[in-house]
């Protein structure tokens, strides 16, 4: 069973986002294969630099960084959402996965999750 | 359309009396079994552990969500699962957890329960479907 | 059927423009909730075959076209999720 | 204080119009003036012969219809948002208003209140 | 600018753990007191009436913004209300409650308390300004 | 300044378009929270004057261009909100 889990509502401002990282790590920790693929505003999660002190939450920047160490297959990011929000090879965080097709690339799943 | 019998877990990821998820999964659900299908398991997440509340108070001519959730669980012994992390967060609380957090109640209605992700992993697993109920704002 | 995508969010919610651009042939799209709203919008142009939920289609007292939309019940949801190889919930 | 609530997420999906009629309602109950203008998704609340006992909810089409007998001042809706949902005359509950210039009505209120 | 006191009512319809309204409106609501106006109440409506929960209990590296909250409104003496159809339907109760609807515990923080949407309509007539914090979903 | 309004809700939201179109001369905007997403969105025009509360810009990274956006603290949200005639919160 290939699980893609997608966010596609922005950082902070609610929880399902975070509550869906938890999804995919919970999975590759019981080494289940699962992927992570960022769309819309979604992406944002994966811009660099993320300080998230002055509103009492911790940043999801460093998981998702370890995200290949933790058994998360691939974190994928929507080419054009990221055009969009000027996420660049410079600004993104790294080993992001940008793809252009994303109607192929939700077909080589065989279980699609959103947040809420 | 396969005649095997085939087994579902549900995620309700809406709270009530703020979405439609668990009244549009309970409908779900009275149709698998009336259909001659099985569930293995309803989880609760995010939003949705709200369902599992015993002290939720609905005025006398609206449904009590979680009364009639309850009475489907008991009747077809289908185990009810609140996310562990979602619940704590959100104020639903088993008696285990008002102890160990010494909280001043708990609040988790029966046939309800509190466990981990590994609820959900299990059924991603091992039920032939996984059907997602969310809200609609 | 390959995916039922069942939608229940309103046409304005992001996941719904979301869910039109994934919709593939051999695909369906089942209305629930908010969802149903997009039967009466004029603005939009809805994906086929197309199910809506006769209990949330009739609490917003809509009147889709038959030829549009099918509308079912509970019983007739269960069976499509059997039906269809892969189910996601938009 | 002239206060206008403004309803514009669909009807039943969610609970938050249904509680912004009940702000309307107390506020009328107390003898201060307010009005309430439906827009976008949020006019379908005004759609006629809602049975909403399919989904264990209460229409509030009833109340909507004794809104002038409660005290709200009046009941207005976008009429554009009414052509793209195919309200007219003959499908919109009695009684209300469609406005054609939210800007300038916006302006007549001290105080404009969205639901959560 | 004003140099006269302004005197608020917030108005928080966002949960905590699931919206950031509560985190922004208490920002606010020190700055309101650091600058030399006054709140006269705090209002929880809709899903804001979760902020009341005695039970909520994030991990101990996340804020709880229950305690947070009532620390303000103890040290600035501010009433925080919420509202008594969102808190019913919602499962939260104080002892009052409890016992009218013969519940199995009650759940309000301290120092929150539960009463009608009157208290709103006082705001409106009564402050200066009215300021609303809504979820961002 | 006339109405100030505070936008939580981020650009793909329809509350987000809603206010965008309800701004008038004399009137200015402030984002909190998921409103900030508009700083980073190239696809939408901000309207001017514009605020955004920099713990929420912070969080997320954004790095708005001075010219466009005046980044400022709770302190002066407060003092905006008695300057202006009527606070809309969207």
Redesign the interface.
Same mark, same amino acid.
């Given at each position: @069973?290939q &699980?893609l889990i997608i966010i596609? %509502?922005?950082?902070?401002? #609610? +929880?399902?986002g975070r509550?869906s990282l938890? @999804?995919a790590f #919970? !999975?590759a920790a019981?080494d289940?294969p699962v992927s992570l693929l960022f769309?819309?505003?979604g992406v !944002?999660w994966l811009? /660099?630099?993320?300080?998230?002190t002055? =509103?009492?939450? /911790?940043?999801v920047e460093r998981n998702l960084k370890a995200a290949a160490m933790f058994g998360i297959e691939s974190l994928m990011a929507d080419q054009s959402a990221c055009?969009?929000? #000027?996420l660049t090879g410079q600004t993104l965080i790294d080993g992001v996965e940008t793809v252009e097709n !994303?109607?192929a690339t939700?077909?080589r799943y065989? $279980?699609?999750?959103?947040?809420? | 359309m396969s005649q095997e019998s085939c087994h579902f877990t549900l995620v309700i &990821?809406?709270a009530p009396y703020s979405s439609q998820?668990p009244q549009t999964a309970l409908g779900f659900a009275w149709a698998v079994v009336a259909s001659g299908h099985a569930i293995d398991r309803v989880f609760l997440?995010?939003?949705?552990v709200h369902l599992a509340s015993a002290l939720s108070c609905p005025p006398s001519d609206e449904t009590n969500w979680t009364s009639a959730w309850g009475e489907f669980l008991e009747q077809h012994s289908v185990p009810g699962i609140a996310c562990i992390?979602?619940a704590l %967060?959100r104020g639903l609380i088993d008696p285990a957890e008002q102890q160990r957090h010494e909280l001043p109640a708990s609040n988790l209605a029966a046939p309800f329960s509190i466990a981990? !992700?590994?609820e +959900?992993?299990e059924g991603? @697993?091992q039920s032939s479907r996984?059907i997602?109920f $969310?809200?609609g704002d | 059927m390959h995916t039922l995508h069942i939608v229940s969010k309103s046409p304005e919610h992001?996941?719904f423009r979301?869910c039109l651009? @994934?919709v593939?042939t051999n695909d369906a799209v089942l209305l629930t909730g908010n969802g149903v709203v997009a039967l009466a919008d004029t603005s939009i142009e809805v994906p086929s075959p197309l199910y809506g939920l006769k209990d949330d289609i009739q609490a917003r007292a809509l009147t889709p076209d038959s030829a549009q939309c099918q509308v079912i019940g509970f019983d007739d949801m269960v069976a499509l999720t059997i039906q269809a190889q892969?189910v =996601?919930? +938009?």
């Open positions: @069973m &699980t596609d %509502r922005p950082p902070y401002g #609610s +929880w399902s509550e938890d @999804m #919970s !999975l019981f289940q769309v819309g505003e !944002l811009n /660099k630099g993320q300080d998230a002055g =509103i009492a939450q /911790k940043s055009q969009r929000f #000027s !994303l109607r939700l077909r065989d $279980h699609v999750v959103f947040p809420g | &990821t809406g998820a997440y995010g939003e949705g992390a979602s %967060r981990g !992700l590994g +959900w992993v991603v @697993m996984v997602y $969310h809200g | 992001p996941r979301e651009a @994934m593939d892969r =996601i919930s +938009w």
